[in-house]
């Protein structure tokens, strides 16, 4: 086959696999999905920074539903908000290990928080329980007000 007939089928390929995302895109049809009245989902949550240095980083709904808030763009350093189960408070630290920069996963039935990089484990508080890490998590912090869960990351 010749090199032009060849790059004419793969353009062609090419396009025929993107038309529905471009059909998609041009669609102008807005769909009439409204929210409850009253209440902010977790992309309108105003996540500003307060004068007492707080700030919103989701709701205690969302909180409840998915176990942790991850964030890492909101605040001024990464936060993993989560409710401790031993004491059902609401904790938050920051996820980044101290070992290599892993991002730490909250494990409720483990009772820790652990590194998938390396293997290191911490404590609720931010405690190293087992290496290679030897510096603890930064803790923050938090609070529920209202439907709100607030961390002070300063």
């Given at each position: ?93 920051n ?35 087992e ?24």
């Amino acid at each position: 086959m010749e090199r032009r007939k060849f790059l004419g089928w793969v353009s062609v390929g090419v396009l025929a696999s993107n038309l529905s995302v471009v059909l998609a895109a041009c669609n102008s049809d807005t769909s009439n999905t409204e929210e409850p009245q009253g209440e902010q989902t977790s992309s309108e949550i105003d996540k500003s920074v307060r004068e007492d240095g707080f700030q919103a980083l989701g709701s205690v709904e969302q909180l409840d539903q998915e176990g942790k808030i991850l964030d890492k763009t909101s605040a001024a350093k990464p936060v993993l908000v989560f409710r401790n189960p031993d004491t059902n408070t609401i904790a938050a630290v920051n996820p980044t290990c101290t070992h290599q920069g892993c991002t730490v996963e909250f494990k409720a039935d483990a009772k820790d928080l652990a590194c998938p990089c390396h293997g290191s484990k911490f404590s609720f508080d931010g405690e190293v329980i087992e290496g290679p890490a030897s510096k603890p998590l930064d803790q923050f912090e938090a609070k529920q007000e209202d439907n709100f869960v607030l961390v002070k990351v300063s």
